[in-house]
Structures are given as C-alpha cells and as structure tokens.
T-cell receptor, first 115, second 115 residues
C-alpha cells in the first residue's frame, strides 16, 4: 500500500491555459474524491467517483472543470481556461466504504498557481 | 446545507497542557463525524471518527465524543506535545442522510505547542 499519489505536486500556469492533474488512489479503493482547498480554509468537495461512475458534482465545479476515472483506477481533473481564482490546492482522496464508515485517505495535493 | 464550525485559532499551548478544540455542526440527518490533522508539509490524515451519537473516537491520546444533543464533536487531549503542532480539521459526512461519501470540513484550527 503506497498511499494516494498526485501528480504534479506543483503547477504554475498562465491565465487562460488548460491544466490537468492526476490522482492514483490506493489500489483496492473503489471511491475517489476531489477537493479544493484555499489558504486558511478547509477543503471543499468537488466531485467523486465510485469505480468509473461520477456520482456527484458540487456546484463549485463549473463547466471549465472536468474529471474522469476511465477504468476505475486513476483519475484526472482538468481545468480549462484557468482563472486566477482557480489558484488553490487540489486534493484527491480514496476510500473503500464499509457501512456508514467511509474513511478517506488523502494524497499530498497539487498546488496550482495561476498567474 | 450541512456545515461545520470550529473554534477560531490559532491556539498556542505549552507542552503538557490540556487541549480542547471546539467543533459544532449543522446537519439535517445523522452524520458521521471526523477529525483530520495536517502536519506541516504533509497531507491530511484521519485522526479519529465517530459514526453515531455517544460514540467516542480516540487515537494517539486524542479523544472526541459525538454529542447529538449539542451537535458537537470537540477534540481533547490531556497533555500535548510539540509534535502535535499541526492544523486540525473537523468534518462530517452523510449529514443529509443520503450521501455518506463527501466530507464537509470546518475551516481548520492551527495548533502550536511550545516546549
């Protein structure tokens, strides 16, 4: 078990460019979550997958954001036409729910800076 | 919608002092409650959890009791160490009685422990 990994760890991009982040969950986990965290705040839910199905999306996830989990393993989060307000830490988490218990394990995050 | 409110920080203590970080929540259903910790330079880690009223979660000397009557889940530790310096997040899931996946976080409390 190597934990949840995210790539890249840091990304600096110019406004208007597209960026894509990757998350590799813990191998036996069927749920995968994306969150966004800005400085001094707690993480905010963006979307989650159960296997390859995207089951819920937050209203925070504008149409410039898209997430995929094509084979139920790794996931990608793409932001098109980035804006300065997209600057944040993007966190990925995975879990294998058992009853009411859904312990999520977080990756180290990808820090996005839009200049 | 669901929400979590944590006591404002930062909190500064001397080693071996008693710690309390207050957390209250608003939810329409019966959520599961969590405390996550983020050590400097590291990702979020689950510290403890409770899934029903009156449950007590505990780990590494930290405890929190799920109090439905006061909608609270306060974090306590009898004797803090310098190594406990971190940001602590209270969170809930399943507050609407349907989705036991996505986490709703408080804003976080920075704890600094001095020798």
């Amino acid at each position: 078990d190597t934990g949840v990994s995210q790539d890249p760890r840091h990304k600096i991009t110019k406004r208007g460019q597209n960026v894509t982040f990757r998350c590799d969950p813990i191998s036996e986990h069927n749920r995968l979550y994306w969150y966004r965290q800005t400085l001094g705040q707690g993480p905010e839910f963006l979307t989650y997958f159960q296997n390859e199905a995207q089951l819920e999306k937050s209203r925070l996830l504008s149409d410039r954001f898209s997430a995929e989990r094509p084979k139920g393993s790794f996931s990608t989060l793409e932001i098109q036409r980035t804006e300065q307000g997209d600057s944040a830490m993007y966190l990925c988490a995975s879990s294998q729910p058992r009853g009411r218990s859904d312990e999520q394990y977080f990756g180290p995050g990808t820090r996005l800076t839009v200049t | 919608g669901d929400s979590v409110t944590q006591m404002e920080g930062p909190v500064t203590l001397s080693e071996e002092a008693f710690l309390t970080i207050n957390c209250t929540y608003t939810a329409t259903g019966y959520p599961s409650l969590f405390w996550y910790v983020q050590y400097p330079g590291e990702g979020l880690q689950l510290l403890l959890k409770a899934t029903k009223a009156d449950d007590k979660g505990s780990n590494k000397g930290f405890e929190a009791t799920y109090r439905k009557e006061t909608t609270s889940f306060h974090l306590e530790k009898g004797s803090v160490q310098v190594s406990d310096s971190a940001v602590y997040f209270c969170a809930l899931s399943g507050g609407d009685g349907t989705s036991y996946g996505k986490l709703t976080f408080g804003q976080g409390t920075i704890l600094t422990v001095h020798p």
